[in-house]
């Protein structure tokens, strides 16, 4: 098994860009999420789903959009890119809504 | 909404004794607290989930231990080793059960001197 895998590892992104994050996990789960890590900070949720076509949003959503057609893909899209969406993105996923397994991560800035 | 405090400062350890790390939450009870650890560059890793039920988890090294009265995790490595040095956070299931995610303490950077 692969576990979790995100696409891209690093991108810089110009203010006003559009970009996708691509998030996959070959363990069935039926739970994913997705976090932003700022230096020094805890993860904070912006969207998860408990399942495919099932999207909730989390603590930190604005600027986000999230869709989930299969169970084993969840991509984040990130419209009009801010500075303040630099950050370290972590794609998660769970079987029974409670350990998380995590990708490698995705660095973004955005100048 | 939960809170988690954790020691943001580095924690330094000499080499073969024994790191302890401190989690304390407030508000609502969790009914399980997880410790994950995080290297540079890498996404957490899964060490140890406890339930509001238990008092202490082991794993090898790691023991947790739970106090929903004190609102209070402890997280112990004995018989450290260089290769324990990393971040280490706490995480708590939200008044969701944790189907709607985790709340991360922001995480104790522990160091082994060797």
């Known amino acids: 098994n692969a576990g979790v895998t995100q696409t891209p590892k690093f991108r810089i992104l110009k203010i006003g860009q559009s970009m996708t994050l691509q998030c996959t996990q070959d363990?069935?789960?039926?739970?994913m999420y997705w976090y932003r890590q700022d230096p020094g900070m805890g993860l904070k949720l912006i969207y998860y789903?408990?399942?495919?076509?099932?999207?909730d949003k989390g603590e930190v959503p604005n600027g986000y959009n999230v869709s989930r057609s299969t169970t084993e893909d969840f991509p984040l899209r990130l419209e009009l890119a801010a500075p303040s969406q630099t950050s370290v993105y972590f794609c998660?996923?769970?079987?029974?809504?409670?350990?998380?397994?995590f990708g490698p991560g995705t660095r973004l800035t955005v100048l | 909404s939960q809170k988690i405090e954790q020691n943001s400062e580095a924690l330094n350890i000499q080499e073969g004794k024994t790191a302890t790390l401190t989690c304390n939450y407030t508000?609502?009870?969790?009914?399980?607290l997880q410790w994950y650890r995080q290297d540079p560059g890498r996404g957490p890793v899964f060490l140890l989930l406890?339930?509001?039920?238990?008092k202490e988890k082991r794993k090898e090294r790691l023991k947790v231990t739970f106090d929903t009265t004190l609102k209070q995790s402890l997280f112990h490595i004995t018989a450290s080793q260089p290769a324990d040095s990393a971040t280490y956070l706490c995480?708590?299931?939200?008044?969701?059960?944790?189907?709607?995610?985790?709340?991360f303490g922001k995480g104790t950077h522990l160091i082994i001197q060797p």
């Open positions: 508000n609502y009870s969790p009914a399980y």
């Open positions: 363990m069935n789960h039926n739970y």
């Open positions: 995480a708590l299931d939200t008044a969701g059960g944790g189907a709607d995610g985790l709340t």
């Open positions: 998660a996923s769970s079987y029974a809504a409670d350990t998380q397994y």
């Open positions: 789903s408990v399942g495919a076509g099932i999207t």
């Open positions: 406890i339930r509001e039920n238990e």
